[in-house]
């Protein structure tokens, strides 16, 4: 398992952990649990939401996070208020976090053709684990493994992937 795989179950773990509960709140997103402290339910799925944003996107990925605006909102040592200005309703953080959450690893591209070695180059140099790559021709077919589909990866003691036109 490669470490973002573990973090984002750790994260989903946790979140499975949660989400129920923030969901039953949902009429009450501002209620503090206690008076000697805690956050609110909005704070803490803007919390969730900042927090996939921040490790798996940016930190995992090399991605911009999403929702790097709610760094002084949700991120590491904001504090939550109740003042329903301040926020973004509970409904448009339910939708961000879900959505990171959807996110994919991958990067799909169109067709490259006669530049298929500079574009592994690239990926591998962006840190990528390789490309997956399969003939323009061929049909996707769901749930099978085709000849067309080839996982590239660098070997070590190959000679480095480069364009062939530098």
């Known amino acids: 398992m490669k470490t973002v795989d573990f973090i984002r179950a750790t994260l989903n773990r946790s979140a ?3 989400l129920p509960l923030i969901e039953d709140m949902r009429d009450l997103p501002f209620t503090f649990p ?3 402290g805690g956050n609110h339910p909005l704070w803490v799925l803007g919390h969730l939401a900042w927090t996939e944003g921040q490790i ?4 995992m990925l ?3 996070n999403p929702v790097a605006l709610w ?3 949700f991120g590491i040592g904001s504090e939550a208020t109740a003042e329903a200005a ?3 309703t509970f409904e448009d953080v339910l939708k961000a976090f879900q959505e990171l959450q959807e996110m994919p690893e991958v990067t799909v591209v169109e067709g490259i053709v006669g530049a298929g ?8 140099a962006a840190g ?3 490309v997956v790559a399969k003939r323009l021709d061929a049909p996707y077919c769901p749930g099978r493994r085709a000849h067309a589909w080839q996982k590239i990866k660098p070997r070590p003691g190959a000679p480095e992937a480069r364009d062939p036109r530098c």
């Open 16 to 18: 499975r952990a949660v």
């Open 34 to 36: 206690t008076p000697k």
């Open 56 to 59: 798996i996107q940016l930190v």
């Open 62 to 64: 090399g991605r911009p």
């Open 71 to 73: 760094q002084g909102l």
């Open 86 to 88: 301040h926020y973004p």
């Open 117 to 124: 070695r500079a574009f592994f180059a690239a990926a591998v």
């Open 128 to 130: 990528h684990e390789g």
